[in-house]
């Protein structure tokens, strides 16, 4: 089969579309006819080594997190599945092994796509999906503020939506060009943050939701309702970046969540507002969540752009280039 790999951790130029052999599925495991899988920022993080601590980073390594695809084989004790069911899922932030024509999946990573998605939208949702269910699944009520960083990005739009598919109100910051786009998503109201600063607009917000992952929670504590939460994709307020060169590539996380621990105590404290770090977590439940929004119209995918495999470094540089409005997709089926 056709598949992207890193060769060793580094840049793009160690990212390689090449023949390997088909996976072996395990008991319990299904082998999927990959369709599409979108990118997330997680997989060229984990490319470049930021992520060495997570396993299955074995060099060659496929990278990739979620997909969309048919089923071709059953292993050892699934049940609930047939061959040829179209399924969807998250594997592993970065590390799933889904930029490959086929991938062996455990069968609770994954669900059945509904029928109203193309694959290519299917693939959109689980990583981002699962991200935003992280904070904000059973959380809001009906008239909640609920302000969304990053609006437009990958986990920003899928929030938006299911933020408002609770009965919030939404409140979103993105640059002007995207204005449309989010509006479109059901945002009441959108705030240019290259204008203003967002924190001086805002007030009783319930749910903060920084998806880009370094907003300072130092300008936003009086901004809260009291019972608050902030919750962060990054760990804020330093960025990966500036915690990778204050101590390196491999404790860089850890500081970070040195910081996120501080800011928890400190917004319980002072605020009465709690800082969470949010993590997009594979499995069934997320997935069934993700899979009946997605069938009942609440949750769109927005797709920017498909590329086919043999073109998946243009697709990391639009992605490192940290102005993806919506997802891009790495289309399986032209694998060139
Ligand atoms: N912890 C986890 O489990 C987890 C899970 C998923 C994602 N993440 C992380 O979360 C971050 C976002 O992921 P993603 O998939 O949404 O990325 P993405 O799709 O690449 O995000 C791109 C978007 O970010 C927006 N943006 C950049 N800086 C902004 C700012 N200062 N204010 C508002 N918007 C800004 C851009 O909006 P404009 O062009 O409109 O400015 C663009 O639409 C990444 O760092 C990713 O690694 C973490």
Known sequence: MRAAMMTEHGGNEFLKVDEVADPQIKSGQVLVRVHAASVNPIDWKVGQGYFGLIPGQKMPCILGSDFSGVIEVLGHGVTGFAVGDEVMGLVAGGVGHTFAERLAVSAKMIVKKPANLSHAEAACLPLVGATSLNLLRNKVRPGDRVMIVGASGGVGSF???????????????????????????????????????????????????????????????????????????????????ALVERYGKKIWLMAGMVDALKQKFRGKRRHGVNYKMVFGMPGKSAMTEIARVAEAGAVKAVIQKQFPLADIKQAFELSQSGRVAGKLIIDLTDAG
């Open 159 to 241: 929030a938006v939506q299911y933020a408002k598919a609770q009965g919030a109100e939404v409140i979103a910051t993105c640059s002007a060009a995207n204005h449309e786009l989010v509006t479109g998503l059901g945002a009441d109201r959108v705030i240019d943050y290259h204008a203003t600063n967002p924190a001086d607009e805002v007030e009783q917000v319930k749910i903060l939701f920084d998806t880009v992952g370094s907003l300072d929670p130092e300008e936003y504590w009086s901004r809260m309702a009291r019972g608050g939460v902030i919750g962060s994709t990054g760990t804020g307020p330093r960025d990966m970046d």
